[in-house]
Each structure stands twice: as C-alpha cells, then as structure tokens.
C-alpha cells in the first residue's frame, strides 16, 4: 500500500490544479490561488513521502509532471485569460488574441517540466524558472488586483508582455538556487537563509499594508513579492 500514497498525494495536487482552473474560468481568483497553493503543498510532500517511505515508482515522476503542468501551467494561464477577458470584453481589444497569447505560457510551462525531467544539471539547483514559482507569481499577482487589467488601456498588452518575459524565464539557461539545505551552516547556506529573512519582511510589509488600507487582498500580494525578491536574489547571488 505504502507505494501508493506518493501517487496519491500527487493525485491531489493534480485535483487542487483542475478546481483551480474551473475557479478561474468562473473569476473566483481568491479561490483559485488558494487552489494552487494547495497544490504546491501537495507537490511538496508527494516527493518527501517517496524518500521518506523509500518508494521508486517510475510512473510517479510522469504523474508529477502532468499534476504540475494542470496546477502550475494551465490554472495561471487561466487565471491571466480572465482576468483580461473580464477587463476588454467590452472594449475594443480582440480579446480572443489576449486569451491564446495567455494560453501559451501554459505550453512554455509544459517544456519546461519535460526539460527538467531529462536534464541531469538540476539536482540541487534549477535551470530557468521552476513551473511553481511561475504560478505563484501570476497568481497571487491577479488575486490581488483582479481588475488591474482594466486600469488603463495599455495594461492588458504590459501583462501579455510580462507574461512573455515569464515564458523565456521558463525555458532560459539561466540558473536558479533551490531551497534544499544539505546542513544548517550560514556559510553553506547564506543565500537561502538570506531569501528566507526577505521572504519575512515581504510577508510583513504586504500584511501591514492590507491592515492600514483594511483590504486583505493587499496581503495576497506577498506571493508575487516574495516571487521577485526570489528573481533578485538569484541575480545577486550570480553576481
């Protein structure tokens, strides 16, 4: 029995990922982001379950993939389409164009976990933009402001760009840190404990904000902030 939990628990990120995209088809972005927060907990676990159980199913790693590409790829894309169909369907946008041009980041995230599945370089760190951080960003980003879109005309076009930009990420060559600690060392570990310490402050500063403006949605925004800070990081740390 014990060999199937991790496929269970990969299962359930895989349903967290289909009610996060039927909630973003229906505009309830609160619910979806919390679906795809869902998801990441359960993509997290399913592989600490096959170390810790020591179970090696060859399917699992393809199961895994598929899960991620639902609740990393396509429940973001989602959430982004509606967000500019809410926001141009009674403007002149051709607002289909924006839906298939939002739809792409999903393939983008689909090559990206087929790369990483077959490339031997990303044991211990990353090599472009992990599909998790991707969603989180746009996520927590359309949750937060679900009618940013509608701000002024040009901000529809500045999103399918910035969606764009997510797609090279992607599938770039350039390198990420994980945050897998081998051991509790600073010297080891100073960029990861360094991104944990900004991760705090940005959660603080989000959380207080909402307080002072008596929104919560404000706090939703930590996600894309800790998401930026996390691309900073990983420019400083090349440096």
């Not at 939990?5 to 967290?16: D, E, F, Y």
């Not at 996520?139 to 764009?164: E, H, K, T, V």
């Amino acid at each position: 029995m014990k060999k199937h939990i991790p496929n269970i628990i990969t299962c359930c990120n895989l349903l967290s990922g289909a009610l996060a995209v039927m909630l973003a088809a229906e505009g309830l972005f609160h619910c979806a982001f919390g679906m795809i927060l869902l998801g990441a907990v359960f993509d997290f676990f399913d592989g600490l379950s096959a170390r810790v159980l020591k179970v090696d199913n060859p399917i699992g790693k393809d199961i895994d993939s598929l899960a991620d590409v639902i609740t990393f790829g396509l429940a973001p894309s989602v959430m982004l389409m509606q967000s500019i169909r809410m926001a141009t369907e009674n403007s002149n946008y051709a607002w289909g164009w924006c839906a298939a041009v939002s739809l792409v980041m999903a393939a983008f995230s689909a090559l990206r976990l087929a790369k990483f599945n077959i490339d031997e370089r990303q044991t211990s760190s990353f090599i472009g933009l992990a599909t998790p951080a991707n969603a989180i960003f746009w996520a927590s980003l359309i949750a937060s402001f679900p009618d940013m879109a509608s701000w002024a005309q040009w901000l529809p076009w500045a999103m399918l760009g910035m969606a764009a930009v997510s797609c090279w990420l992607l599938v770039s060559e350039l390198p990420f840190f994980s945050l897998k600690f081998k051991n509790l060392s600073w010297q080891d570990n100073t960029i990861r404990y360094i991104f944990l310490i900004g991760c705090v402050l940005v959660v603080a500063l989000c959380c207080s904000y909402a307080c002072a403006k008596h929104n919560w949605h404000y706090a939703l925004f930590s996600g894309t902030g800790i998401i930026l800070w996390y691309i900073i990081a990983n420019v400083f740390n090349e440096k």
